[in-house]
């Protein structure tokens, strides 16, 4: 093979490939080098710094933006919330949690059956001081003394033996000794009656589930999951859109990409873009190549 021959054949197309690689890897590598300026006698070198560093901001401004109004949308969020995937699993924990007994789940909520106990306790004795102070304002033997005298005093006056034994003086003291006698009774022992009531009642609601205390009110296993579903997808959207107005996705993605630096930034971008860099730095090669074919033949 002659000299004549390579520098026509064989050296323009290697050269055409040459050239394109390099071009493409010097204008690939311009995106991040030079990190900073350079100056020679107080000028600045053009090109410098690289187009990355020098349009970071605007960079960082224009991701957040697109994150913002483009790839996390609270339309989006929402969608994938209430994908079916996602709700029923938990609409079915909640459905479980509900089917449990109230004194296992109240257990678990409060810290340990101890705590559990502990809140029952307190429950029982508030309850008990709730029922005896509205006891107390009801003035249940002044309603009786009163609604007791009307009754019997109705009973003697329909018969006329009673009336000249019976007077309105003795019906008097007749039912405020009553009063007396059930003021004594809800002081000595309504506290202990009472006490012994609610604590009975709410140690029996816990050893029963959230679900059968919903069925005794009137409402079905079907009702409380729809009600469950309603409540968690309206939550989800209120939840969305409460969360994107305060967070601002914009500034946050924006202030993250000012906050790195242009070492971080580029191992980012080559970690996502590496071979498709590599791929246009090939291509120009290849580009160069066949340039150079197209010349021999011009």
Known sequence: MTVAVISKYILPPLVGAVIGYFTNLIAVKMLFFPHEEKHIFGWRVPFTPGAIPKGKERLAKAAGEIVEKDLITKEDISDRMLTEEVEKPLIDRAMAVLGEKIKNTGAVLAGGPEKYDELETNLTELLNTKINEAIKSMDISGTIKKEGYIMLKKHVDESRMLTWVVSDK??????????????????SKGSVMIQDITSSRIH???????LHVLEQAGYSEEFVRR???????????????????RIDVASVVENKINSMSVEELEKGVLKVMET???MIVSLGALIGLLIGCINIFI
């Open 170 to 187: 003795l019906l008097a003291k007749i039912m405020n000794t009553v009063a007396l006698k059930i003021d004594e009774f809800i002081d």
């Open 204 to 210: 029996d609601l816990g050893d029963r589930t959230a």
């Open 276 to 278: 498709e860099l590599k």
């Open 227 to 245: 009600q469950l579903i309603a409540a968690y997808r309206e939550s989800v959207v209120n939840a969305v859109n409460s969360a994107l107005r």
